[in-house]
Nanobody, 128 residues
Framework: QAQLVESGGGLVQPGGSLRLSCSAS????????IGWFRRAPGKEREGVAC??????????DYIDSVKGRFTVSRDNTKNTVYLQMDNLKPEDTAVYYC???????????????????WGQGTQVVVSA
């Protein structure tokens, strides 16, 4: 069963930075659009960022609340997708997940229903 693995979360003060990683064995991530989603306490899972497949030029998309602070990128030699999070805010506190696009078109979406192969998530806590 294909499943992604998220890592890199932790506790950070407001204004700090974290870099999350999304990886998989037996699955070439460059073939897929990779979406980053998060679930904050008491809230529904929401889309945060996306990077399209390498064949579609690894185009990126972000929700407005993280634009200018978060950057999603690929390192295809490491079969890894990263989410660099800078200037973190308490409202960024959440469990962060990554997934591959279901349709295999490699194009980005912010809709949870368009992704699968979810991992277990990695916890990010932003607090003073």
């Amino acid at each position: 069963q294909a499943q992604l693995v998220e890592s890199g979360g932790g506790l950070v003060q407001p204004g700090g930075s974290l870099r999350l990683s999304c990886s998989a064995s037996g699955l070439t991530l460059s073939y897929y659009a990779i979406g980053w989603f998060r679930r904050a306490p008491g809230k529904e899972r929401e889309g945060v960022a996306c990077i399209s497949a390498a064949a579609t030029n690894s185009k990126t998309d972000y929700i407005d609340s993280v634009k200018g602070r978060f950057t999603v990128s690929r390192d295809n030699t490491k079969n890894t997708v990263y989410l660099q999070m800078d200037n973190l805010k308490p409202e960024d506190t959440a469990v962060y997940y990554c997934g591959t696009d279901i349709m295999g078109w490699g194009t980005c979406s912010m809709a949870q229903r368009d992704f699968h192969h979810w991992g277990q998530g990695t916890q990010v806590v932003v607090s003073a």
